[in-house]
């Protein structure tokens, strides 16, 4: 197939609440979702879900229509592409800004599942109908994080995660815990300690957490090695895992027991499954991360779940979770704490183009 138009939509979509880290708080959500056209007329889907501040990679939405303007689409239209594979080579005179491949990638991808007729899951190897949710708590005071998780308990969600940094930590999750003493509960740093923190991160583990997620640096796989000897909790590294090569080496050094595998972060759906089928192989355990995204790329998370070794539910939560109105239909929904992997074919859901023409502010157009 050859990729005949690209179109960039802009939009911004207001969180339900407003969600903090130990970087900042996010409230309103800038997206640019990207639609590919073949030959045929046939459309694919994907997202930059990069923030528009660099505060969780250096990537921005700013920075990533640069990529995909100046680079990416110039070098992808017109190309002859005979498998989803290919987008990366297609892409590798460009080095890094993965979250800018990864959307036009996701969205070949979906386009690519459609002409053969298969949904997503399927063309990936999937095999679950269902995938287990997850839900993030951002931090917040003790009692708005009760209250919500005990919400989200009664949303049927079967794993919790909550935001932590440093100071906001020891308290917090004692609190939680006298509360829900046996809740599949795990903590997310977002990379706010350093290894003069491990007397108080040592101290986490009398709480039985699931996993701590990348307590240190955002690039460090050295640090967390050594951690992870001290520690009796694992440790699941996120910001630090950027592409099957870092995979490999985190693996190998002990730096981590399980990883979070977020399609933006590591380029694509591609390279995605092969940090899968590494972990599979290695018997590492993964999950699928989120990224506070529209649906789109919610579905694209839908469906690399569905893949056999994604044993611990992701942060894939319903649509409701972070917005009134999702840019999908139907939206994504959670039952008894799971999502149905959905049977139509591509991502599987229909974009709600008349709502993203309410919403978008800007829409770029490339043609071969
Ligand atoms: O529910 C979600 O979409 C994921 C929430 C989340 O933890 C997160 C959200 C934005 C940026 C980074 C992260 C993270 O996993 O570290
Ligand atoms: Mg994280």
Request: net charge negative; hydrophobic share 40%; proline share 3%.
């Amino acid at each position: 197939m050859k990729i005949k138009e690209v179109k960039l939509h802009f939009i911004e979509m207001e969180l339900i609440n407003a969600f903090s880290t130990s970087y900042g708080t996010v409230k309103n959500r800038e997206l640019i979702l990207v639609e590919v056209k073949d030959e045929a007329g046939l459309v694919g889907w994907g997202e930059v879900v990069a923030f528009s501040t660099p505060w969780y990679t250096e990537e921005t939405i700013q920075t990533c229509f640069h990529m995909l303007e100046d680079f990416l689409i110039p070098a992808l239209l017109g190309e002859e592409i005979k498998h989803p594979n290919d987008v990366a080579v297609v892409f590798s005179g460009v080095k890094r800004n993965n979250m800018a491949k990864a959307a036009l990638e996701c969205a070949v991808w979906d386009l690519y599942a459609k002409q053969k007729r298969v949904t997503l899951s399927t063309l990936l190897g999937g095999t679950r109908k269902t995938v287990e949710a997850g839900v993030v708590v951002g931090i917040s005071d003790l009692s708005s994080m009760i209250n919500s998780i005990e919400q989200h308990v009664k949303e049927g969600y079967k794993r919790f995660k909550i935001k932590i940094k440093p100071g906001i930590d020891y308290e917090l999750i004692k609190g939680i815990r006298k509360h829900f003493p046996t809740l599949p509960l795990m903590a997310d740093a977002n990379s706010a300690y350093t290894l003069q923190d491990i007397d108080g991160l040592k101290r986490l583990d009398e709480y039985n957490l699931m996993m701590i997620e990348q307590p240190l640096g955002s690039d460090d796989i050295v640090d967390h090695a050594y951690l992870q000897r001290e520690l009796k909790t694992p440790i699941c590294l996120d910001e630090s895992i950027v592409s099957y090569e870092d995979a490999r080496k985190a693996i190998e050094l002990g730096s981590c027991r399980v990883i979070n595998v977020k399609i933006s972060r590591v380029g694509g759906l591609s390279e995605a499954k092969r940090i899968h089928d590494l972990c599979e192989q290695k018997g590492v355990q993964l999950w699928v991360g989120g990224m506070l995204e529209s649906g789109i790329s919610r579905a694209h998370n839908i469906a690399l779940a569905s893949l056999p070794h994604f044993t611990i539910p992701g942060d894939i939560s319903a649509s409701a979770r972070y917005w009134n109105q999702d840019v999908i239909i139907p939206e994504v929904m959670v039952d008894k704490g799971d999502i149905m992997v959905p049977t139509r074919s591509g991502i599987g859901y229909e974009v709600n183009e008349t709502y993203i023409q309410q919403i978008e502010k800007q829409v770029k157009q490339y043609t071969l």
